[in-house]
């Protein structure tokens, strides 16, 4: 297929340059809030680096996160890319976010209403995994189906 930015995608419903260049989210507002009433464990921005690499960043080295991996809709230009690109999905988990660009590590007694109040500001969330003792020599993340 001969790739260009002005080829439209009916996947992604618009041109792959419209796609290439949505605006990044921002998510100051939303942290705002949800400092204001809970304690936050841990925040990861997922950028370069992807999951992979950035939510480990916010654990404690005794700590690693058990992820779910199909928890959440992964957006279709992430499906292009490791399709055409012939990227494996572990790649693709070290490099992009994956329709992820937050994690929050929030209390279980806390997630439901952290998750409302997300949800409340027109934001979506989902829980992904959880945080576990992290066994001797384990990586501290990993990938369950």
């Not at 690499?53 to 957006?75: E, F, M, Q, Y």
Request: net charge negative; charged share 25%.
């Amino acid at each position: 297929m001969n790739w260009s930015t002005s080829l439209y995608v009916p996947e992604l419903n618009c041109t792959l340059g419209e796609e290439l260049l949505k605006p990044t989210k921002i998510y100051v507002e939303l942290l705002m809030n949800l400092c204001r009433d809970w304690q936050l464990h841990g925040i990861a921005h997922i950028t370069g680096g992807g999951i992979v690499d950035n939510l480990p960043r916010v654990l404690p080295g005794s700590c690693r996160a058990v992820i779910k991996r199909h928890s959440w809709p992964t957006p279709p230009i992430f499906d292009l890319i490791k399709t055409h690109g012939h990227i494996p999905e572990e790649d693709m988990l070290r490099t992009f976010n994956n329709g992820l660009g937050l994690i929050i590590v929030t209390s279980e007694k806390d997630t439901a209403d952290v998750l409302q109040r997300i949800k409340a500001l027109n934001e979506e969330a989902y829980v992904i995994g959880t945080i576990e003792e992290r066994p001797e020599g384990s990586p501290p993340i990993e990938f369950i189906d």
